[in-house]
């Protein structure tokens, strides 16, 4: 099956900071999405972004699917956005679910 | 509803229990989705249904475990005698159609003792 790759695992930052976060995935893929697990298990679709670029305010997302890749920009952090990041594909016909990268568990610090 | 219905929400059994989960879906959603996360990980693909129509269940670990949607809503994941490797979040989501965003409920964890 297809394999899904997620950078950094662990990032730890000041509030306020910066960062990317970046999926590699091992096949061709007609749905890519980002999802955030918070510290309570709920999991919140951030991102549809099978090829693109897409923003929703601190947030934005670029794929680029001839380069099998994703990446997940968080800019001017806040501690909510602690939690995790995963990176979920789907190769074709809807009928196979999501497969999900191990996620990057991201820290924001005061 | 406004957002995907998981219950119960936490669920303790005891080892070879029979146990059943229940999904309530966006209202409108026809694509509905299982998947089972266990402790650090990623969630994994269970089972999916477009409708009432199971169209894929490859991901269901044994067959001590069914699922249903009988009328295209409200979906029943069942698993019997459970064990304690079942111990697990299971997790819902329902999306409008096949290839775009999903919604996830919160899940129900289940603790198999």
Known sequence: GIQVEQSPPDLILQEGANSTLRCNFSDSVNNLQWFHQNPWGQLINLFYIPSGTKQN????????????????????????????????VETGGGADGLTF????????QP | GAGVSQSPRYKVAKR????ALRCDP???????FWYQQALGQGPEFLTYFQNEAQLDKSG???DRFFAE???GSVSTLKI?????????????????LTSSGYTFGSGTRLTVV
């Open chain 2, 60 to 62: 269901l670990p044994s």
């Open chain 2, 69 to 71: 949607r009988p009328e």
């Open chain 1, 101 to 108: 990268g191990k996620g990057t568990h991201l820290i924001i």
């Open chain 2, 80 to 96: 019997q005698r459970t064990q304690q490797e079942d111990s697990a979040v299971y997790l819902c989501a329902s999306s409008l």
């Open chain 2, 26 to 32: 966006i209202s409108g959603h026809v694509s509905l």
């Open chain 2, 16 to 19: 070879g229990q029979d146990v």
């Open chain 1, 57 to 88: 305010g601190r947030l934005s997302a670029t794929t680029v699917a001839t380069e099998r890749y994703s990446l997940l920009y968080i800019s001017s952090s806040q501690t909510t956005d602690s939690g995790v990041y995963f990176c979920a």
